[in-house]
């Protein structure tokens, strides 16, 4: 985008903040942190990193589209947190952004982003059908092999999450079929269990506790936790 910017390439910069926001942040991050942001507790760890996330790309998007949304962007400055210039207009362009780049943790993310869109078409395909109504109604099922497989299963606990889905099953010893030539098979499936009335997902039990009735474990906790310290 910078790049743009000294060539005067206007709609290359456009089309960068573009892809940006709509497939990098509004379909895949947002996406994926929304659950954690909604229900997890004030002071959790996941949900203060993924604030301090979000504060980081808010910050940088003001700087980088000043030029060309003025007004705008300088609202958006007006409200951020924290100390800095009296406007956008007298703060620099993200520095060092070379520095953020982690060549291994990018591709292992590409990878689960292929992965996510595998799914994605399967929950779509299954929500048509009228089998589920939405992602968290579901339970994926996955098999891989190989370096995906081994990838899978190092973020198990996360695929949920990255899914958007309520249960998760991984199976990495197959042998890649017909069906799967990639080495990956995805299968849906109804999500067993009962819904938590606060989060949505579909887990094995939720509370009988007056105060926190029909909740999940995970949703109690985020209640009880203190809102700050």
Not at 34 to 42: C, E, L, V
Not at 75 to 89: C, D, F, I, Y
Not at 161 to 184: C, K
Request: glycine content about 6%; charged content about 25%.
């Amino acid at each position: 985008m910078v790049e743009g910017y000294d060539n005067y390439r206007y709609p290359a910069i456009y089309q960068a903040a573009s892809t940006f926001l709509t497939v990098d942040l509004s379909a895949f991050y947002v996406d994926v942190t929304k659950d954690r942001m909604y229900t997890f507790g004030a002071l959790s760890a996941a949900r203060r990193s993924g604030q301090t996330a979000m504060f980081a790309v808010a910050d940088g998007l003001a700087r980088l589209l000043a030029p060309v949304l003025s007004f705008t962007m300088d609202e958006v400055w007006r409200n951020l947190p924290g100390p800095r210039e009296a406007s956008v207009h007298l703060s620099a362009f993200p520095k060092d952004l070379e520095d953020w780049q982690d060549a291994a943790l990018l591709d292992r993310w590409e990878q689960l982003s292929g992965v996510r869109d595998r799914v994605n078409l399967a929950l779509e395909e299954k929500r048509q059908q009228k089998l589920i109504t939405s992602s968290l109604s579901a339970r994926v099922s996955l098999a891989a092999s190989g370096a995906l497989g081994s990838l899978l299963a190092d973020y198990r606990d996360e695929l949920p999450t990255i899914f958007g889905v309520s249960q998760v099953e991984l199976d990495q010893g197959f042998t890649p079929e017909s069906d799967a030539p990639e080495g990956l098979r995805v299968r849906v499936e109804r999500a067993g269990g009962v819904k938590c009335e606060r989060c949505w997902r579909f887990v094995p039990s939720v509370s009988e506790l007056p105060e926190f009735k029909g909740l999940c474990e995970r949703c109690v906790d985020a209640l009880a936790e203190p809102v700050s310290r």
